[in-house]
């Protein structure tokens, strides 16, 4: 099992270093809309790897290019290292950290002008790209979204608006957990849903979960999966 702490779109006070560090986990996503100062803080309090989509409520990410020194570019100057420092951006691509194959599409459904905001045609675009670069690299264990799939978990309004792409994704890739921002709970229970093998999970503002690294032979099916209760 590898133990994660998931979180999106609230800082939360319980997640204080010493919180942080008995909770121990081996692995940080974050679903978006946190700012880099506090993802950095949450980086610095734990012993382990981040990996995070952009929220629409985040700034444009430049397009970094790291030299084999070391040092980054962007449009050929010079820069600073890219933020939020420690953390890997997985917006359309498939990254494996702490034995876990992580599938990422950031942002949501266009509803005001901004970045990391899509139509919903762009959306089947920017899934289509990311199931290309899943083919390649075979099986998933998490679909870490800033924005659920539509009709699962989503709003009422425009701007939670859920994305329809997803559905396809989901259907594909057949992660043991599609785990998503942007709907905040303002103290109601968002339960979790399931979806054929898939456990759907609003994370906001944060929770644990013990995931079991699917077998690397392993094209399609469920796998045991285990919920910290917190």
């Not at 779109?9 to 204080?16: G, I, N, T």
Request: charged share 25%; hydrophobic share 35%.
């Amino acid at each position: 099992m590898v133990r994660v702490v998931a979180i999106a779109d609230e800082e939360s006070p319980s997640l204080h270093v010493r919180a942080l560090r008995e909770l121990a986990p081996e692995l940080v996503l974050a679903a978006g809309d946190l700012p880099w100062h506090y993802l950095e803080f949450i980086v610095s309090c734990v012993d382990a790897p981040m990996v995070f989509v952009p929220g629409n409520h985040d700034p444009t990410i430049p397009k970094y290019r790291r030299a084999r020194n070391g040092t980054y570019t962007v449009d050929g100057l010079p820069c600073d290292a890219p933020r939020p420092q420690g953390a890997t951006n997985a917006d359309q691509q498939v990254v494996e950290v702490a034995g876990l194959r992580i599938a990422g599409l950031g942002g949501c459904v266009r509803y005001k002008p901004g970045p990391h905001q899509y139509t919903q045609r762009q959306y089947d675009a920017r899934a289509r790209r990311l199931l290309r670069v899943a083919g390649r690299v075979g099986a998933v264990d998490v679909l870490l979204t800033h924005a659920p799939p539509l009709g699962l978990g989503d709003g009422d309004d425009k701007p939670h608006e859920g994305i329809r792409a997803l559905h396809t994704v989901l259907e594909r890739l057949q992660p043991s957990w599609h785990l998503h921002g942007h709907i905040h709970p303002y103290g109601q229970e968002r339960p979790d849903r399931r979806v054929g093998p898939t456990t759907i999970r609003n994370v906001v503002p944060w929770t644990v979960v013990d995931i079991e690294p699917r077998s690397p032979t392993e094209a399609t099916g469920h796998r045991g999966w285990r919920v910290g209760t917190w």
